[in-house]
């Protein structure tokens, strides 16, 4: 039973991950911070905000007012009722194009502006969040002659609010670097850490494995919070440290016999693969979370150095048995 459990929870994590990478465009980090700099005329019930620097529009209605937000082409794209639902037009290209970051999406037949709407349920709660490629730079190549300070996008999202027409001004600024110290700091950790699994091996390694997970899963789930539901934040921001940190502590219990290298090896794997995840939100200046960014700069290096240095250990163990190899508890 215990073996079905630990394969069901390692085949769970990479299922979860690979839809969770495959379901949609994320919020992801970014150099550039799109702001709401005017909403024309000041429209009382809306709230336009938006996330992840500059990946995603989200729109809160209050409960009373009917908004309709434009397409591309003048088609109705999205409509917020009274009571809180939100419809998306299914014929609408701006669907289909804001799967996308980048519009890199195929329209599919009947895709098309001039087509009756027919609208699907997205949200019953008032709130919706998309991509628009009016608020953010449409292209991952940097914006050619210009540099940090400079505005990259400047566009207008037009709305109907209640009937009157609403335009909100959105601008994206391209971002000064962040300070490598939290980085710095995070290697100086991880190294440290890495040390002492490989130099004292043993209970040590379980101890820096399952210390790095739950740092890693905290910073993880916030991530993953910090973003409306609809935008598909992937699961690997906090299942790949999870079940570290599940694992780790069944090293220590009287069974698995003999399979606790192979068990503690995949923990520090999984944490290893989070923080290659991670890697670009090392260097971004702006990170989809609700967390200072320089916590999560510092925690991703960490984790990357000291997860390494646990999986050598216990290579090294398996390799080089000896002193302080073992990773079953002393009975007393």
Same mark, same amino acid.
């Given at each position: 039973?215990?073996?079905?459990?630990?394969?069901?929870?390692?085949?769970?994590?990479?299922?979860?991950?690979?839809?969770?990478?495959?379901?949609?465009?994320?919020? =992801?980090?970014?150099?550039?911070?799109?702001?709401?700099?005017?909403?024309?005329?000041?429209?009382?019930?809306?709230?336009?905000?938006?996330?992840?620097?500059?990946?995603?529009?989200?729109?809160?209605?209050?409960?009373?007012?009917?908004?309709?937000?434009?397409?591309?082409?003048?088609?109705?794209?999205?409509?917020?009722?009274?009571?809180?639902?939100?419809?998306?037009?299914?014929?609408?290209?701006?669907?289909?194009?804001?799967?996308?970051?980048?519009?890199?999406?195929?329209?599919?037949?009947? &895709?098309?502006?001039?087509?009756?709407?027919?609208?699907?349920?997205?949200?019953?709660?008032?709130?919706?969040?998309?991509?628009?490629?009016?608020?953010?730079?449409?292209?991952?190549?940097?914006?050619?002659?210009?540099?940090?300070?400079?505005?990259?996008?400047? =566009?207008?999202?037009?709305?109907?609010?209640?009937?009157?027409?609403?335009?909100?001004?959105?601008?994206?600024?391209?971002?000064?670097?962040?300070?490598?110290?939290?980085?710095?700091?995070?290697?100086?950790?991880?190294?440290?850490? %890495?040390? &002492?699994?490989?130099?004292?091996?043993?209970?040590?390694?379980?101890?820096?494995?399952?210390?790095?997970?739950?740092?890693?899963?905290?910073?993880?789930?916030?991530?993953?919070?910090?973003?409306?539901?609809?935008?598909?934040?992937?699961?690997?921001?906090?299942?790949?440290?999870?079940?570290?940190?599940?694992?780790?502590?069944?090293?220590?219990?009287?069974?698995?016999?003999?399979?606790?290298?192979?068990?503690?090896? /995949? %923990?520090?794997?999984?944490?290893?693969?989070?923080?290659?995840?991670?890697? =670009?939100?090392?260097?971004?200046?702006?990170?989809?979370?609700?967390?200072?960014?320089?916590?999560?700069?510092?925690?991703?290096?960490?984790?990357?150095?000291?997860? /390494?240095?646990?999986?050598?250990?216990?290579?090294?163990?398996?390799?080089?048995?000896?002193?302080?190899?073992?990773?079953?508890?002393?009975?007393?």
């Amino acid at each position: 039973m215990r073996r079905l459990l630990l394969t069901t929870l390692l085949a769970a994590t990479w299922f979860l991950v690979g839809a969770g990478v495959a379901a949609a465009d994320p919020p =992801g980090p970014t150099n550039y911070l799109s702001e709401v700099t005017e909403i024309d005329p000041a429209t009382p019930g809306i709230d336009v905000e938006i996330i992840g620097g500059d990946s995603f529009v989200s729109l809160t209605v209050a409960p009373g007012v009917t908004v309709n937000v434009v397409g591309y082409a003048g088609e109705p794209y999205l409509r917020f009722l009274s009571d809180g639902t939100v419809e998306e037009n299914q014929w609408s290209p701006s669907k289909y194009l804001n799967k996308d970051r980048y519009a890199d999406s195929d329209l599919p037949e009947g &895709a098309d502006a001039d087509a009756t709407p027919e609208w699907i349920v997205v949200a019953d709660d008032g709130s919706f969040a998309w991509h628009d490629h009016r608020t953010h730079w449409m292209n991952d190549m940097a914006p050619p002659g210009r540099g940090p300070g400079d505005t990259v996008a400047e =566009g207008v999202i037009p709305l109907l609010v209640d009937g009157i027409e609403v335009d909100v001004t959105v601008v994206s600024v391209w971002q000064e670097q962040p300070s490598s110290a939290p980085i710095m700091l995070g290697l100086t950790l991880g190294l440290f850490l %890495a040390y &002492a699994a490989i130099r004292r091996r043993g209970k040590v390694v379980i101890g820096v494995v399952l210390v790095l997970a739950i740092a890693a899963t905290i910073i993880g789930f916030f991530a993953f919070a910090s973003v409306p539901g609809e935008t598909s934040p992937p699961w690997s921001l906090w299942l790949f440290p999870l079940t570290a940190g599940i694992l780790a502590p069944v090293v220590l219990a009287e069974r698995p016999r003999g399979r606790e290298h192979m068990l503690l090896l /995949i %923990a520090a794997l999984d944490l290893v693969a989070w923080s290659v995840l991670h890697w =670009g939100w090392l260097w971004a200046a702006v990170l989809p979370t609700s967390l200072p960014f320089w916590l999560d700069r510092f925690v991703a290096a960490t984790v990357l150095v000291g997860s /390494i240095g646990a999986a050598a250990a216990v290579v090294l163990a398996v390799a080089a048995p000896g002193r302080n190899v073992s990773f079953r508890p002393v009975k007393l």
